[in-house]
Every structure is written in C-alpha cells, then in structure tokens.
Nanobody
Framework: VQLQAFEGGLVQAGGSLRLSCAAS????????MGWYRQSPGAQRELVAR???????NYANSVKGRFTISRDNAENMVYLHMNNLKPEDTAVYYC?????????WGHGTLVTVSS
C-alpha cells in the first residue's frame, strides 16, 4: 500500500494550494480518504475526510476554506485550500481508512507566510 502526497509548498497568507494524494495497493473506492495535519509540537489532527459515498466532513477551522474531493477512476484524493492562514502551516498527511485499518502517506509540508 502506498499513499503519496504532493504539491505542498510555500504560499502567502490568503493564497491557495491544492494537495494531491495518489493511492496504490488498495481498492480505492472502498476506502474512506482523509487529510490530516501536524504542526510542530502539536498532535496530528483531522482536516477533512471523504467517505465512499462522497459525503464529507471538515474540521471547524477549515470549513468554508478547504474542499476535499476524490477521483475513484484515478485513485486520487485532493485537498483544495483557499484563503490560507499562517496557522494552516503543517505537514499534511493523506489517510486511507477501511474498517479498523488505516494507511498513511509520508506527508507534504505546507508553509503559509504572514
């Protein structure tokens, strides 16, 4: 199983980024997919997730600014991030979940400058 997240980077506050995650080794359409993040000294936290039926939920801190989407044909999950804030700076991790099993990617760094 491999989850490869990419397209993080440095952006100014108020800017936008799109994160992508390519999944392999799993039956993608059967897995809930999510994005988590971890900033220095903090615990990893849920940012957004998308279920197999397309339903979504978001952390309160990103509602209205971030959008998660998935492409089952391409085994991809995306996180569109708008109006980024310095407090969004973190390493972002892609997650795949099915029943009690979780898979994680290595993470991609997002840095938002003020």
């Amino acid at each position: 199983v491999q989850l490869q997240a990419f397209e993080g980077g440095l952006v100014q506050a108020g800017g936008s980024l799109r994160l992508s995650c390519a999944a392999s080794g799993i039956i993608f359409s059967m897995h809930g997919m999510g994005w988590y993040r971890q900033s220095p000294g903090a615990q990893r936290e849920l940012v957004a997730r998308i279920f197999t039926n397309g339903g979504t939920n978001y952390a309160n801190s990103v509602k209205g600014r971030f959008t998660i989407s998935r492409d089952n044909a391409e085994n991809m999950v995306y996180l569109h991030m708008n109006n980024l804030k310095p407090e969004d700076t973190a390493v972002y991790y892609c997650n795949a979940h099915l029943r009690q099993r979780d898979y994680w990617g290595h993470g991609t760094l997002v840095t938002v400058s003020s």
